[in-house]
């Protein structure tokens, strides 16, 4: 089984720049999900007027688009179940001058949210990290907290073959099956999550240990932005929250 697997990831230890899980041989420095701003799709997606009202940002990590929603005049509170990621977020939006509520839940109760209401959810790389039976306890959970009519934005590692291979991928069935309890799925269309990983990183932290970890990377193939960084392939799904 990959060292990668949902059940044995230690996120604080990413963030302390550990070892990803107990006996895993390969620590990142930088959580290759740490590109030190938005992902570029949630700023389209917020130039497209996705987000509104009381924005929930759910599995926030680092804060960064939680922050940029702020910044752009949203309401925003971030949930993560990381205190090591959620004080360096607060960190951030702080050196941002912006307001944003960070807490510490686990995504598949949120308990810690109490009675509050959403207008919007955004999930920016969170539902992949969990198996099928959290899953489906993550759409009851994220429609206990949203408003009837309720948007849900999600981007999830995509089970597609575009030169780079993300652990923990998924299927566009896989997304019918544990969110389409609770939410009117839209739409499903392809989208890119940018990484802080660069072709030559993937090559110094070792094929065989990146493989172990469910990575795969064809540097002929791999797409990468203007700076370098790796590109991977994720759905973007956009729903309502069903009545």
């Avoid at 996705?50 to 990590?61: A, I, N, P, S, T």
């Avoid at 899953?135 to 429609?143: D, F, M, V």
């Avoid at 849900?152 to 309890?181: I, K, W, Y």
Wanted: aromatic share 8%; net charge negative; glycine share 10%.
């Amino acid at each position: 089984m990959s060292a990668f697997s949902p059940h044995n990831v230690d996120f604080d230890a990413v963030y302390q720049g550990k070892p990803v899980a107990e006996g895993a041989g390969v620590a990142f420095g930088l959580a290759p999900w740490d590109i030190g701003e938005p992902q570029p799709a949630v700023v389209e997606l917020e130039r497209d007027g996705r987000f509104h009202g009381e924005v929930l940002d759910v599995g926030c990590g680092l804060g960064e688009n939680a922050a940029f929603l702020a910044a752009r005049g949203h309401r925003v509170t971030g949930v993560d179940g990381s205190a090591t990621g959620l004080e360096e977020a607060a960190r951030r939006a702080r050196a941002r001058g912006v307001e944003v509520a960070f807490v510490c839940s686990d995504a598949t109760s949120l308990a810690e949210l109490g009675d509050r209401r959403f207008d919007s959810a955004l999930d920016s790389a969170l539902y992949h990290c969990l198996d099928d039976d959290q899953r489906q306890r993550y759409a009851a959970a994220l429609h206990r907290v949203t408003v009837p009519g309720g948007r849900l934005t999600l981007m999830c590692f995509a089970d597609l073959d575009e030169g780079v291979r993300f652990p923990m991928a998924v299927s566009q069935e896989n997304l019918h099956a544990n969110l389409g309890t609770h939410w009117d799925i839209e739409e499903i269309r392809r989208g890119s999550y940018t990484t802080s990983l660069t072709v030559d990183a993937f090559a110094s932290l070792g094929t065989q240990s990146m493989t172990d970890l469910g990575f795969g990377i064809d540097p002929e193939r791999a797409r990468c932005d203007d700076q370098g960084r790796v590109l991977g392939p994720v759905w973007q799904v956009r729903a309502t929250r069903r009545a």
